[in-house]
């Protein structure tokens, strides 16, 4: 394990390259799950402030008390959200990237009603590769769910995300998102990790979502 100067600076510099890749009109994400505290804070030394998290309960845990004391951060959901989970991330989350059904809009219209938070702005998730096992809308559907969102959702519907099949090409993938999202009006397209953020930045995103490319790698995931 690196020590906390090392872990600070190197965060620094790596977000800084980051930076110049993507460029000025894409927006860094920094995806933090199951990083330690320490390399959140040293991102948070650097200037990071627009954070996705996997998890809401990880969330809660990381950012609850450290939000308040810090100004002008971001917190976006990047994670599957089960419908019990929606009254939590709506109270927690200023953007949740991963609608992907009909019945999760539901919970989270219910979830603002009664807590009577204000409604985070959305993105809907396109399972662009039509994998069977992955979240997200498939193609086929979601025309219909934009609608629906944008009838019954009183926040904003703002943009599309995805996540490729790793083992394909992401090219086509992203490609494919930003024409969805231009057909519909979408303006945010998140799209593009670690690996592949710099093409994803010049096929039109304007969020990639970064975790060991910026923080380092990550522990292993704890037993479920
Ligand atoms: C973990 C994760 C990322 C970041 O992945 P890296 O390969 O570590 O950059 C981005 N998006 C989502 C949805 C993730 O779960």
Redesign the pocket.
């Known amino acids: 394990m690196m020590d906390r100067d090392t872990d600070s600076t190197m965060i620094g510099e790596t977000r800084a390259r980051i930076l110049e890749d993507i460029g000025p009109g894409v927006t860094l994400v920094a ?1 933090s ?1 199951r990083q330690p505290d320490d390399r959140i804070d040293a991102a948070l030394a650097a200037g990071q402030r627009v954070f ?1 998290e ?1 998890r809401v309960q990880e969330a809660e845990t990381r950012w609850g008390h450290r939000r308040d004391k810090i100004d002008g951060v971001e917190l976006r959901l ?2 599957p959200l089960q419908t019990n989970k929606a009254e939590l991330a709506v109270t927690l989350f200023d953007v949740i990237e991963t609608l992907d059904r009909p019945k999760l809009l539901k919970a989270l219209i219910a979830a603002v009603e009664k807590t009577g938070a204000s409604p985070p702005d959305l993105l809907i998730q396109v399972n662009t590769g039509d994998e069977p096992q992955k979240a997200g809308i498939d193609v086929d559907g979601l025309g219909p769910l934009i609608d629906l969102t944008r009838k019954s959702w009183p926040g904003r519907l703002v943009g599309l995300m995805c ?1 490729p099949p790793v083992e394909q090409p992401a090219a086509p993938h992203f490609a494919l998102l930003k024409r969805l999202a231009d057909a519909h009006g979408l303006v945010q397209l998140s799209m593009g ?3 592949d953020y710099a093409l994803a930045a010049q096929l039109g995103a304007t969020h990639v ?5 910026l923080f380092g790698q ?1 522990p292993a995931a704890a037993p479920a």
């Not at 979502?209 to 490319?213: C, E, I, K």
């Open positions: 995806a799950k996705g996997n990047i994670g996540i990790m670690s690996a979502r970064v975790g060991s490319g990550r």
